[in-house]
């Protein structure tokens, strides 16, 4: 059986579209009396092959038909009656049903067509075969539709997609781009105008997307509901006092509801930073916090909720609205297991971002509670293992290049000369701040966890160093030549390639700085302030090493340099700059002055 979708109440038993409706197989919707842009129909029915208008006629006796001009009845020998012919009805209902298509559903493009339903027995059809409509009657208007042949395009094949489209047709009585009988002024004006008139409910839309304040306040007192009413738009009348019911304590979420359910605007992006939220590493029986950022993209208006999955995760708040808002998630670990997988959940975001819950992944990896010999000892330990072993290579490396002098190596420290006092002088620094490293590393973080994470911050400081020892050297013989003329190839690749064995101090530094920050577990207050000292002295002792290597490096190459003829070289070139410069003012000066006050120049406007 057909469903029925009756615009106006009830439908007398025995009525044509009563008929359809029990006639017709499901997946047909029969809608009698719709009124189209404006235009009455007698009945429309949406099947899987096409859109059927039906036009209905209480003719009786003889019809006359021609195929220009009006159609003539003679009912029992009496005067002729003139009707106007269906072919030009059948034309105007087709165009209007396009019309109403273009507005409502672009992309949909299904056959019309238009069927003449003569209702009285009495009737009689003079001429047959004259196109559309095709003259049915009531008996065998249901076998004429249920047999015609399917579209090429299978455009109403889905059932969904029929039945909106009969919803629209019975409901929406002035479609997005039907002029109004009336317009609608908004309070706000144009650059010159008093106020901003529309006549299409596109316009309306349009102009309350780019100025929210007015459709909040024609939402707000009802005058935008009147006007689609007095439209005989009862679907969008309702729709309006339907939002303000339903969000009466926020007019900006009103407004945006509005505007998304009537199709005619895009939905705003949600952005989620971090787009899953990682825990990371935290000890058992501890809470875990992260701040998860909610930002909207494009146009609109975002609000919504937060749904955790799981009940040892908590978000705070609960609802938002705005753009951005930061929540606070939050992870028990009371009872989840300790394990070697992380536990997962999600925050299902419910937004007016999308029709469907949008979820942010929860990770969280429980761990238990490392021994005293495992922190005092075995993470230490790994720090300077792997420590030495960067430094120590390193410093052979730039011993076996001769960056550094042997001499002074040798005289100094007597740990040989050359390549191995430079790989043993640079490996114990390593060493020493890769074991202080391993000492502050978090309760919680395995050991290969943190020696990785230390390992890929320092190869990036080494690189940043080195890149910026270049540009260093590049910059000063560039913008000062005297003392750049003065630095040696041998000095400048020393610079480079020294600037490398000191990245273990910054990369040091930067991931406890880091560690602190993304450990998000609960801390015992008293802990930290005995930490700080520590800290503070390794930096500080590690920056005198730093400060008396440099010094010891680079006296060899410095004491080359002729202080006394580099000194006059840098003279010589400054006072020639600062001439330049006193020449140029001078001559700019005195153009401007003959500008101003010689009456020979020409004058201008």
Same mark, same amino acid.
């Given at each position: 059986?057909?469903?029925?979708?009756?615009?106006?109440?009830?439908?007398?038993?025995?009525?044509?579209?009563?008929?359809?409706?029990?006639?017709?197989?499901?997946?047909?919707?029969?809608?009698? #009396? $719709?009124?189209?842009?404006?235009?009455?129909?007698?009945?429309?029915?949406?099947?899987?092959?096409?859109?059927?208008?039906?036009?209905?006629?209480?003719?009786?006796?003889?019809?006359?038909?021609?195929?220009?001009?009006?159609?003539?009845?003679?009912?029992?020998?009496? $005067?002729?009656?003139?009707?106007?012919?269906?072919?030009?009805?059948?034309?105007?209902?087709?165009?209007?049903?396009?019309?109403?298509?273009?507005?409502?559903?672009?992309?949909?493009?299904?056959?019309?067509?238009?069927?003449?339903?003569?209702?009285?027995?009495?009737?009689?059809?003079?001429?047959?075969?004259?196109?559309?409509?095709?003259?049915?009657?009531?008996?065998?208007?249901?076998?004429?539709?249920?047999?015609?042949?399917?579209?090429?395009?299978?455009?109403?094949?889905?059932?969904?997609?029929?039945?909106?489209?009969?919803?629209?047709?019975?409901?929406?009585?002035?479609?997005?781009?039907?002029?109004?009988?009336?317009?609608?002024?908004?309070?706000?004006?144009?650059?010159?105008?008093?106020?901003?008139?529309?006549?299409?409910?596109?316009? !309306?839309?349009?102009?309350?997307?780019?100025?929210?304040?007015?459709?909040?306040?024609?939402?707000?007192?009802?005058?935008?509901?009147?006007?689609?009413?007095?439209?005989?738009?009862?679907?969008?009348?309702?729709?309006?006092?339907?939002?303000?019911?339903?969000?009466?304590?926020?007019?900006?979420?009103?407004?945006?509801?509005?505007?998304?359910?009537?199709?005619? *605007?895009?939905?705003?992006?949600?952005?989620?930073?971090? !787009?899953?939220?990682?825990?990371?590493? *935290?000890?058992?029986?501890?809470?875990?916090?992260?701040?998860?950022?909610?930002?909207?993209?494009?146009?609109?208006?975002?609000? +919504?909720?937060?749904? @955790?999955?799981?009940?040892?995760?908590?978000?705070?708040?609960?609802?938002?609205?705005?753009?951005?808002?930061?929540?606070?998630?939050?992870?028990?670990?009371?009872?989840?297991?300790?394990?070697?997988?992380?536990?997962?959940?999600?925050?299902?975001?419910?937004?007016?971002?999308? /029709?469907?819950?949008?979820?942010?992944?929860?990770?969280?990896?429980?761990?238990?509670?490392?021994?005293?010999?495992?922190?005092?000892?075995?993470?230490?330990?790994?720090?300077?293992?792997?420590?030495?072993?960067?430094?120590?290579?390193?410093?052979?490396?730039? +011993?076996?290049?001769?960056?550094?002098?042997?001499?002074?190596? /040798?005289?100094?420290?007597?740990?040989?000369?050359?390549?191995?006092?430079?790989?043993?002088?640079?490996?114990?620094?390593?060493?020493?701040?890769?074991?202080?490293?391993?000492?502050?590393?978090?309760?919680?973080?395995?050991?290969?966890?943190?020696?990785?994470?230390?390992?890929?911050?320092?190869?990036?400081?080494?690189?940043?160093?080195?890149?910026?020892?270049?540009?260093?050297?590049?910059?000063?013989?560039?913008?000062?030549?005297?003392?750049?003329?003065?630095?040696?190839?041998?000095?400048?690749?020393? !610079?480079?390639?020294?600037?490398?064995?000191?990245?273990?101090?910054?990369?040091?530094?930067? #991931?406890?700085?880091?560690?602190?920050?993304?450990?998000?577990?609960?801390?015992? @207050?008293?802990?930290? $302030?005995?930490?700080?000292?520590?800290?503070? *002295?390794?930096?500080?002792? !590690?920056?005198?090493?730093?400060?008396?290597?440099?010094?010891?490096?680079?006296?060899?190459?410095?004491?080359?340099?002729?202080?006394?003829?580099?000194?006059?070289?840098?003279?010589?070139?400054?006072?020639?700059?600062?001439?330049?410069?006193?020449?140029?003012?001078?001559?700019?000066?005195?153009?401007?002055?003959?500008?101003?006050?010689?009456?020979?120049?020409?004058?201008?406007?």
């Amino acid at each position: 059986m057909a469903e029925l979708l009756a615009a106006k109440g009830w439908l007398a038993a025995g009525s044509v579209s009563a008929q359809l409706r029990d006639a017709l197989p499901d997946g047909y919707y029969v809608i009698p #009396e $719709p009124t189209v842009r404006g235009y009455p129909l007698d009945a429309i029915v949406v099947g899987p092959q096409a859109i059927f208008v039906l036009h209905l006629r209480d003719w009786a006796g003889d019809v006359i038909a021609v195929r220009r001009g009006p159609w003539r009845e003679r009912a029992n020998g009496g $005067p002729e009656i003139a009707h106007p012919n269906p072919t030009d009805e059948a034309r105007e209902a087709t165009t209007v049903v396009r019309e109403f298509l273009k507005d409502e559903f672009p992309r949909l493009s299904p056959p019309i067509r238009n069927y003449l339903v003569l209702t009285n027995p009495s009737v009689r059809l003079v001429a047959m075969g004259m196109g559309e409509p095709i003259a049915m009657t009531p008996d065998t208007i249901a076998d004429a539709i249920a047999s015609t042949g399917p579209a090429d395009d299978g455009a109403l094949a889905d059932d969904e997609l029929r039945q909106s489209l009969a919803i629209a047709i019975r409901e929406r009585k002035l479609t997005t781009n039907q002029r109004a009988k009336k317009p609608f002024v908004f309070r706000s004006g144009d650059l010159l105008a008093s106020g901003t008139t529309v006549w299409t409910f596109r316009a !309306a839309v349009k102009h309350m997307d780019r100025h929210p304040e007015d459709g909040m306040y024609h939402l707000r007192n009802g005058t935008l509901a009147e006007w689609l009413a007095s439209e005989g738009a009862d679907d969008l009348a309702a729709l309006a006092r339907e939002v303000m019911r339903q969000r009466a304590s926020d007019d900006r979420m009103a407004l945006e509801s509005f505007l998304l359910a009537t199709g005619l *605007v895009r939905r705003p992006r949600l952005i989620a930073k971090p !787009a899953l939220v990682n825990c990371g590493y *935290v000890l058992s029986g501890e809470h875990a916090y992260r701040t998860l950022r909610l930002t909207k993209g494009g146009r609109g208006f975002l609000f +919504g909720s937060l749904q @955790p999955s799981h009940n040892w995760i908590r978000v705070e708040p609960r609802d938002f609205s705005g753009s951005p808002t930061r929540v606070m998630v939050s992870v028990n670990t009371e009872s989840l297991p300790i394990d070697r997988v992380r536990s997962g959940g999600e925050i299902r975001v419910t937004s007016s971002a999308s /029709t469907v819950p949008i979820e942010i992944p929860v990770r969280v990896r429980v761990m238990g509670m490392p021994s005293r010999v495992n922190r005092f000892f075995v993470r230490p330990l790994a720090g300077l293992i792997v420590g030495g072993a960067i430094g120590g290579g390193l410093g052979h490396l730039l +011993g076996s290049w001769g960056a550094f002098s042997a001499p002074w190596v /040798t005289g100094v420290f007597g740990w040989g000369a050359g390549a191995l006092g430079t790989a043993i002088l640079i490996g114990l620094f390593w060493a020493l701040l890769g074991a202080f490293r391993g000492f502050m590393q978090p309760l919680a973080w395995p050991v290969s966890y943190a020696v990785w994470r230390w390992l890929l911050r320092t190869i990036g400081w080494m690189a940043a160093l080195a890149l910026l020892a270049a540009v260093a050297m590049w910059v000063l013989s560039w913008a000062y030549p005297p003392a750049g003329g003065a630095i040696s190839d041998a000095m400048r690749f020393t !610079a480079i390639m020294v600037a490398p064995a000191f990245a273990v101090l910054p990369a040091v530094m930067g #991931e406890i700085r880091s560690s602190r920050a993304e450990t998000s577990t609960t801390t015992a @207050p008293e802990e930290r $302030p005995r930490r700080r000292p520590l800290v503070t *002295v390794v930096v500080c002792v !590690a920056l005198l090493f730093v400060l008396a290597l440099s010094l010891r490096i680079f006296r060899p190459t410095i004491e080359t340099v002729d202080v006394e003829a580099s000194t006059a070289t840098a003279q010589e070139w400054t006072e020639k700059g600062w001439v330049q410069l006193e020449t140029g003012l001078n001559d700019l000066i005195d153009r401007v002055m003959l500008r101003l006050y010689d009456r020979r120049a020409p004058s201008g406007g």
